[in-house]
């Protein structure tokens, strides 16, 4: 009878670890924070997007259409920033918004910050590295 009781301890003190283990895990994948991308054209050949874009937007096929994709932002502050800058460029812009896991929300929102503080020179040079470096795992 010792040994039953000794057993069903063990097994009830293995499973809350690794009950508390997968709820960790759980717990940090599940917040989840949106990101705001900027999408500059849509056209349904790759040369014509190809002329449409400049060399600092990616170009994002989805199997009928090709989207020119120019940034991705994760703030409200960082977002007005980009829609003046494109008014005040005269470019024509859709805004996305897309639910990301914390990690990769985090990535983005440093260069976010970057954004915020930047000229619009300095704006398009952030803008290529977030796109070149996160456009393929948020799209």
Request: hydrophobic share 35%; no cysteine.
């Amino acid at each position: 009878m010792k040994k039953i009781l000794i057993f069903i301890t063990l097994a009830i003190s293995l499973g809350l670890l690794i009950s508390f283990y997968y709820y960790n895990v759980l717990k940090n994948n599940i917040n989840i924070k949106v990101i705001s991308i900027f999408q500059t054209g849509v056209y349904s050949s790759y040369d014509e997007a190809l002329i449409a874009s400049d060399s600092k937007s990616k170009i994002f096929y989805d199997g009928k259409l090709y989207h020119i994709y120019d940034s991705i932002v994760s703030d409200k502050t960082s977002k007005e920033k980009m829609i003046n800058f494109y008014k005040e460029n005269n470019i024509d812009y859709y805004i996305k918004e897309k639910y990301v896991n914390t990690s990769l929300y985090e990535n983005i929102n440093k260069y976010s910050e970057l954004i915020k503080i930047s000229d619009d020179e300095s704006l398009k040079i952030i803008n290529k590295q977030i796109i070149e470096k996160y456009g393929d795992e948020v799209i």
